[in-house]
């Protein structure tokens, strides 16, 4: 990736944005729950081998561990040193539990949650990460447990907070539970897209763009390890 | 004097301490100080800044319970909580709070993080609850463009708005304005409207896309949640106003008191009316050469 106006563009691995995305940039994956799009959000997340990344992943409709756990099972992996997750579930399960998020109530505690998320961000920076990958999974449990208007606030700002310090927002969707109206107003806040679905056994993606609307439907690539994965 | 204007509220804060030093030596920021819930809600009341810093423990509440004040008065004001007490200790005594910012008052560089913070989301208001046309600031200069005091528009724009009910059969019509923070009514038929916020108005997600947007039942629409069954306006259509560079001012809007459909000449016929609404503030942001209401000639459209 080449240098721009804010620094080393975002790279992820193929086929997914072959140029990039400027620091700064939001991006919103939206798919039904069975097509893939989590895990193409995830890989999304996934920090570049030589570039000093973190990674700090929000999980809100399954415990910490349990993302982990589906992280671990997408493209390269989780490399422990430079992961972070905000358990925002409120599963009140201590096995999967991480303890220090138990006083979050849930997807809908939007201030615990982000006293979280901005404590955890400075962490990763003070451990010399130059910038984080930020991922929220997903944004259909929050506008579960609150309205959209305070997810619609959560969302801007923390959007707002990626574009300020130049890191990269990932923020999955489930488009089969969320009405036209919900997955409409949460895309607004992000510059960039990616819809996926399933045609048979195959996945497709499109990635879209505010200013240039969406591209054509193409298959993930098969060389990318992609595994669908269920939740258990 | 500095364009960002900060409601700085801590009662130990010296001019020496993090991060009250960085807000005050940059120079794009003007820092107002308060030390207390009460005090700073009611400079808030009466004085609009463009983002509140706070600390946590203040002598009589919480910085928690000032942004919730701060949702109420100044809904899209940005808030940013700056503090070292613990995340555990904030969620017990405040569970639920509202969305704002947060900082650990202990990383190293807390001065410069909350700069960054303060200085983006005032200029980006990126803490309001619904989003912005991209051309947001391109948009509010567009509008500073238009006398819309002037006689000649309001008379224009309220017959637009008679037709438009008589056409439509609908009890209410509209020609509404979107400033940086509210909905205000230029003209209306079927009764007076009172200014509103903007987290509250339809023309708010109207802007954000050319044509026309039409909410068959808001009862139904989860952006507009005080809305119910019971609630006097139950239909929706709204027509951007677009200057002729591209920015959406405003709208020309119908209501009706239930549920109904639009259809596709319903949608052209409201865009007609719209185009003839924003001919005339058009009109109304040309220079004006004969304007004298003395002389008795008034400016022609």
């Given at each position: 990736m080449t240098a721009g106006e804010h620094g080393v563009r975002f790279g992820f691995p193929a086929p997914l944005f072959p140029d990039g995305v400027e620091p700064g940039t939001n991006i919103l994956v939206k798919g039904p729950?069975?097509?893939g799009a989590r895990e193409v959000a995830l890989r999304l997340t996934q920090p570049e081998r030589y570039r000093n990344e973190g990674r700090l992943l929000l999980s809100t409709d399954v415990s910490g561990r349990h993302l982990l756990d589906w992280a671990s099972e997408v493209g390269d992996g989780v490399d422990p040193e430079r992961v972070g997750v905000v358990d925002c579930s409120g599963i009140a399960d201590e096995d999967h539990r991480f303890d220090p998020h138990d006083h979050i109530e849930g997807p809908g505690d939007v201030m615990a949650i982000e006293i979280a998320v901005a404590t955890l961000y400075e962490t990763l920076r003070a451990k010399g990460f130059d910038r984080v990958r930020i991922g929220l999974f997903s944004v259909s449990a929050m506008l579960a447990h609150a309205d959209l208007r305070t997810v619609s606030r959560f969302i801007h700002m923390l959007t707002g907070r990626i574009i300020a310090t130049g890191d990269l927002g990932v923020f999955y969707i489930d488009s089969s539970l969320d009405g036209d109206v919900s997955v409409e107003v949460i895309e607004h806040f992000c510059e960039r897209t990616v819809e996926v679905r399933r045609r048979d056994d195959d996945v497709e993606l499109r990635e879209g763009d505010v200013r240039d609307g969406s591209g054509n439907w193409r298959p993930l690539d098969p060389q990318a390890a992609y595994r669908p994965h269920h939740r258990s | 004097m500095g364009d960002i204007e900060v409601l700085y509220v801590d009662p130990e804060a010296t001019a020496g301490t993090s991060p009250l030093r960085e807000l005050v030596a940059d120079p794009a920021i003007e820092v107002y100080r308060e030390t207390s819930v009460a005090d700073a809600a009611a400079t808030l009341r009466e004085r609009v800044v463009d983002c509140v810093v706070t600390e946590?423990?203040?002598?009589?509440?919480?910085g928690v319970e000032l942004v919730a004040t701060l949702r109420e008065v100044a809904p899209d004001t940005g808030a940013i909580l700056v503090t070292d007490e613990s995340p555990a200790l904030i969620a017990e005594e405040s569970p639920g709070g509202p969305v704002a910012e947060f900082v650990p008052k202990s990383v190293p560089e807390v001065g410069a993080r909350v700069v960054q913070l303060v200085k983006h989301t005032a200029t980006s208001r990126s803490q309001t609850s619904y989003p912005l046309p991209p051309d947001e600031r391109a948009r509010l200069d567009a509008l500073a463009t238009i006398n819309l005091n002037d006689e000649l528009l309001g008379r224009a724009v309220q017959r637009v708005t008679e037709l438009a009910t008589e056409h439509f059969a609908v009890p209410q019509s509209s020609v509404n304005i979107i400033t940086e923070r509210t909905q205000e009514f230029l003209a209306s038929a079927g009764g007076e409207f009172e200014p509103t916020p903007r987290e509250d108005s339809a023309c708010t997600y109207t802007i954000l896309d050319d044509g026309v947007s039409v909410i068959e039942d808001i009862a139904a629409d989860p952006r507009f949640p005080d809305v119910t069954d019971d609630t006097a306006i139950r239909f929706y259509a709204g027509a951007s106003l677009t200057?002729?560079?591209?920015?959406?001012?405003g709208t020309l809007c119908v209501y009706d008191d239930e549920p109904r459909v639009f259809g596709e000449a319903d949608r052209a016929y409201l865009s007609l009316l719209a185009a003839e609404v924003m001919d005339w503030l058009e009109v109304a942001r040309a220079p004006q050469t004969v304007n004298d209401g003395e002389s008795g000639q008034e400016g022609a459209p």
């Open positions: 729950g069975d097509s | 946590y423990d203040l002598p009589d509440g919480t200057t002729r560079e591209g920015h959406p001012v």
